[in-house]
């Protein structure tokens, strides 16, 4: 995941931020390496666009006044969208060629912590070390696909925007209460 948010750095195009009061409450404890079969339903996500998972009511909503930009993300070998504000990155991944197993699992490179459900389907919060402002978020909608959810800050624009974990809990809800419909 090192390389979902180094693709989409911060730039100074304009925007207009607005911090959230909401906290995301995360377990700390370690992800289990098992799949899970706890999802409420199965959310395929093949052939969804990432830049359209998102109403342009519910990106005003996050402080995101322009339209996303399609982005390959080559460490998950899949394409993402990036709404860049400002100070701030907000970025949406489906990934159709595994679970989050393999975050999970060791296959890939993190720290997987479970986190509180997103929706009701299993999540898990993927630290990296050194990237303290930044969050992502792995959310299992079907058998061999997640949501990759990523939501960074540059360090002098902290005061404008909620903490890292935060605004990646409110994108992955905004998301997935599309995928939903």
């Known amino acids: 995941m090192v390389a979902l948010l180094a693709a989409g750095g911060c730039s100074a195009e304009g ?10 409450d995360a377990r700390t404890t370690t992800a289990s390496s098992e799949p899970s079969s706890t999802r409420p339903r199965s959310i395929r996500l093949d052939g969804r666009n990432p830049c359209e998972l998102l109403t342009s009511d519910q990106l005003a909503q996050l402080g995101v006044d322009q339209e996303g930009r399609s982005s390959e993300f080559e460490a998950l ?10 100070g701030a990155n907000n ?4 990934v159709l060629h595994e679970g989050i197993e393999a975050w999970t699992s060791g296959k890939r490179t993190g720290q997987p912590v479970d986190a509180e459900p997103v ?9 990296i070390p050194g990237s303290p402002n930044r969050c992502d978020l792995m959310i299992d909608t079907a058998e061999g696909q997640y ?18 974990c935060d605004g990646a809990r409110q994108l992955a809800e905004a998301a997935m209460q599309n995928l939903l419909k």
């Open 91 to 94: 970025i949406l991944v489906p």
């Open 77 to 86: 070998k899949s394409t993402g969208c990036t709404w860049t504000v400002t």
């Open 147 to 164: 949501l990759a959810v990523a939501f960074s800050v540059s360090p002098s624009f902290q005061d404008r925007f909620p903490k890292p």
């Open 119 to 127: 929706a009701g389907f299993p999540t898990i919060t993927v630290a």
């Open 15 to 24: 925007g207009t931020p607005k911090p959230e009061t909401t906290t995301a």
